[in-house]
């Protein structure tokens, strides 16, 4: 007869994004998260794998918590810029908030880990692609609306906020610099209109 699980997965791996989230992977450890969980080793790994794979599985969990929340601001009915605009400063106030110094955990795994890992750079590049459909969508509506001009590109301006807004979030992790992040939106939003 199998055993029954003596702990709740899915608030296992809660407690592993918050721990991946403030260390980085290479700074995590095995016994890291044994003791941070609660959980013994070998339930994790039979539970979740390797510690990649439970890498791996926070990161997924990560971009369930953050892609509805993505789709909901940018696919509101009405008016799209000012969505857009109000995703703008909320990037710019987490990028030197309170949460400034964890960042945003795509970004920290692309930093740390994308150049050499393929599944952790296929997850960023999923995170980014879908992030900018979701801006590109909204900016042509904005377009459609008439609150874009006609000569905008939509997809390429959609690309330029990306960019602009992953390097908003490593400036705001490496310095928390306000003035910085503040003028660079600040000229993303003039590009606008």
Known sequence: MARTKEFDP?????SALELFWERGYEATSMADLVERLGVGRASLYATFGSKHDLYLAALDRYEELVGPRLLAELSQPGPA????????RRFALEAVGEQRERGCFV???????????????????????????????????????????????????????LVLLQGVRVIGKATGDD???????????????
């Open 10 to 14: 899915a608030a296992a791996l809660q």
């Open 81 to 88: 810029l000012p969505a857009v605009r109000a995703l703008l």
């Open 107 to 161: 970004v920290n795994t692309a930093a740390e880990l994308a150049s050499h890992d393929s599944e952790s750079a296929r997850r960023v590049l999923a995170s980014w692609d879908q992030l900018e459909t979701l801006l590109a969508s909204a900016l042509t509506r904005a377009r459609a609306q008439g609150e874009l001009g006609a000569g905008k590109d939509p997809r390429a301006l959609a690309r330029l906020l």
């Open 179 to 193: 003035g910085r992040v503040r003028d660079a939106i600040a000229q993303a939003e003039s590009l606008l209109g």
